[in-house]
């Protein structure tokens, strides 16, 4: 089936929803309900809170509708016409809706008594639906707009078959199990609370040390690929974000700005700028680049409350984030080893599937990009050129480019078959320009080319994603709680600690549970702190200097001597193992 079929599909499910809930639910108003991927949703505004009960009596309802082989009928009518239809019916969202139609001929479809303003198309008769399910409700405000009215949303799915549907609920219900945002707090990862703010985190030791392995981790591939390891303050000037055209290009995403000594100062959203008064700092010759300057560098963007998303979409977060400034002939070299980069980072991690896209200026609305389009033009073709070159298939999203240049998106795909975007690689002429920047060459002052990449996107975006992926069961080197040493009793104490120093001497993280608690509930414990390794130590153990190791499958390995496994946890996090090599 196409998709647009099964777009329309979609759309006429969610009208026999909306049908259903008014017959249910007696005067509830109409928001808006279109056909989105995987399914379709409907916003209502009704006295009555729904419930998940009431999804089951309203999916009943459904069908019962499709039961009945209602047909889908439009009828044309004037704006005029449109407004008084449905004024007589309440709808006043419908008509906030109609009055910013233009005048000419408005769609209403009709499936039996319901009635909505629409441009179609739809199936034939309810009794074209099929494969579908209810699945959330949550709350939206009327338009997005957080000062208007919130309304009550029911999602629903829709597939073109019983199996499709049947997959992707058991996937959503895997996604529920691995959301980070559960698993955040119960691992002891990190906090969000209202004392602090909305989109604020709080990182725990635990969460912390997570940390420290990713920002180590990056720092060190960068220094490895020529990157030099840069600082920068987290305001400015606000001047500074008007020289670099985001103070009007993106100022809705920005904070207001601060009065620091009758100056008005930004905290920042971008690191960019900052880079590029460092580069700004010498002058610098075609001799000098490509320079490569790398920052964990965090900043601060306003987002609507309601797109607040626990780790993967916040206020404050710490971008891997890097600029290079190059001659236009090293350009293409640099963009290819940033996407090779990538790569790399995405088999440390354990994601073996990717999409690409492209993301490239709107010719249809000029005014929100800046720059000349032969430099665009230019530019989406050097893009393209590295794409191409080393083939890689891309899809092309125009009028999704960043104000100052195209760029590249990638998007990795988790354990349980879910896109996620992760690395940006994007193309710059707008900076340089506004700052002026130059390099010297053999034929004189020329304008060096600006690559901006971040390759883990943020590194609270990343640990939410690989949060998800891995269910919280972390590889060893990633691992914050690496082994969790158990003993039977008081007495293996000392030779417990005696362990866990060694393991601390060579880099290890491991953690001592001496309680005096049975043996079965620490193990249950350490379990659901998913710690890959956890040593019982008993008497056996502590007379041959050995440990008994659970793994995460309950399997044991009984009495191994200390020294191998601390040889062989060394081993698997030098390699960055994605599997345990304790066997």
């Known amino acids: 089936m196409e998709n647009n079929e099964l777009e329309m599909k979609r759309h006429s499910c969610a009208h026999i929803m909306a049908a259903a809930v008014q017959q249910l639910f007696p005067g509830t108003k109409l928001g808006i309900g279109p056909a989105v991927e995987n399914g379709f949703y409907y916003d209502f505004d009704c006295s009555h809170a729904f419930t998940p009960e009431d999804l089951k009596t309203i999916e009943t309802k459904m069908k019962e509708l499709i039961k009945a082989r209602i047909p889908f009928e439009c009828k044309k009518m004037s704006k005029a016409e449109a407004k008084e239809f449905f004024e007589k019916r309440g709808e006043t969202y419908k008509l906030e809706l109609i009055e910013e139609l233009n005048d000419g001929e408005i769609t209403v ?21 099929n494969n579908f399910k209810l699945s959330a409700i949550a709350g939206a405000y009327w338009r997005g707009d957080e000062k208007r009215p919130m309304l009550q949303r029911i999602y629903g799915l829709s597939f073109n078959s019983k199996d499709e549907l049947n997959a992707y609920v058991k996937q959503q219900e895997e996604a529920a199990k691995r959301d980070h945002r559960k698993l955040g707090p119960e691992l002891d990862l990190f906090s969000i609370n209202d004392h602090v703010g909305p989109g604020l985190i709080l990182m725990h030791p635990k969460g912390g040390m997570l940390r420290k392995v990713l920002e180590d981790w990056i720092k060190n591939e960068n220094l490895k690929r020529g990157y030099d390891l840069v600082v920068s303050p987290h305001i400015a000037r606000l001047h500074l974000f008007e020289i670099s055209g985001h103070a009007g290009f993106y100022s809705d995403s920005m904070f207001h700005p601060m009065e620091v000594d009758g100056d008005n100062y930004q905290i920042k959203p971008m690191n960019c700028p900052f880079h590029v008064e460092i580069y700004k700092s010498n002058l610098r010759s075609y001799r000098d680049l490509p320079l490569r300057y790398s920052e964990l560098g965090t900043v601060y963007r306003y987002e609507r409350s309601g797109a607040l ?31 090779e980069f990538a790569m790399h980072i995405f088999k440390t991690f354990g994601f073996e599937k990717y999409s690409v896209e492209l993301s490239t200026r709107d010719p249809q609305h000029p005014e929100h990009f800046t720059g000349e389009v032969a430099d665009w033009e230019r530019a989406e073709s050097a893009l393209k050129r590295v794409l191409e070159a080393n083939n890689i298939p891309y899809t092309t999203h125009a009028g999704e480019a960043a104000f100052y240049g195209p760029k590249i998106d990638i998007k990795v795909m988790d354990a349980i078959g879910r896109l996620w975007q992760l690395s940006t690689i994007q193309f710059d002429f707008n900076l340089p320009q506004r700052f002026d920047l130059e390099y010297v060459a053999a034929e004189g002052r ?51 600690k005696e362990v866990a120093a060694q393991m601390r001497a060579v880099g290890l993280r491991p953690e001592l549970d001496v309680r005096p608690e049975k043996l079965g509930l620490k193990i249950r414990e350490a379990h659901l702190e998913r710690i890959p390794y956890t040593f019982v130590i008993g008497a056996k153990e502590a007379e041959n200097r050995a440990v008994t190791v659970r793994l995460r499958d309950g399997k044991n390995l ?15 996090v030098d390699t960055f193992s994605l599997v345990n090599l304790l066997q």
């Open 446 to 496: 020329k304008r060096p080319i600006m690559v901006h990449r971040a390759m883990f996107g943020s590194i609270e975006r990343f640990t939410g994603v690989i949060l998800e992926h891995f269910a919280g069961w972390f590889p060893l080197w990633l691992a914050p709680v690496q082994a969790k040493i158990l003993t039977l009793t008081d007495e293996q104490i000392p030779y417990a």
């Open 109 to 129: 479809y009709f499936t039996g008594d319901y009635a909505d303003l629409c441009r179609g198309p739809h199936v034939e008769h309810t009794g074209k639906i």
């Open 309 to 339: 998303h626990g780790l993967l979409r916040v206020r404050g977060f710490t971008q891997d984030d890097a600029h290079i400034f190059c001659t236009p002939e090293q350009v293409e070299d640099e963009v290819k080893q940033c996407f």
């Open 558 to 572: 009984n009495g191994l001597p200390l020294e191998e496994v601390i040889s062989k946890m060394k081993e698997e």
